[in-house]
């Protein structure tokens, strides 16, 4: 972090960083990321669960999500409106999808849905789970005005900060699961 900058200059630093350890971490890692988050939920029955569809280097929750559906409704994020929280339209395998906001794919149709459990996209994250995203709070506003959800961060091990800067209006998660392990909040190193 710099000396003596502010917070959006030492976030745009820790994001440049987290950023470049992702594009460069192996797919391998990322897809062990994704087995291990499949691990932690295969459990679950009868939830609503957001999950996310991957840009970029990002690890990809959607084997999981496939895989969940069976059992419970998966819904993905839609950007409805600049400084708007997320909204999330119902997802299920082989669905028609159109390019939204951000170059993201969302489903061409389906109903509305209020997440149980939210599997989040990270650029980078610390021990705390504390999580950094690409800048637009899209996911802050939202896990913000859903207190009783469980938020999970998906990530590789390399995406890890020694501390990502925080703002008042920052949420963090309450765990992130990578290629080396399960984070939790409150977790010690």
Known sequence: MTQGGSVQSDKAQVRRACLAARDASDPLARAAASVRLFARLRHLRGLVIAGYLPIGSEASSVATMAALSRDNTLCVPVV????????????????????????????????????????VPVVGFDASCARMGYGGGFYDRTLAGLPAATAIGLAVEAQRADRIPLEPTDVHLHHVVTNARVHSRGDVG
């Open 80 to 119: 409805t409106a600049k400084g708007a929280a997320l909204r999330f339209r119902e997802w299920w395998p082989g669905c028609a999808l159109e390019t939204g906001a951000f170059g993201v794919s969302v489903p061409v149709e389906g109903g509305w849905r209020v997440p149980d459990l939210l599997i």
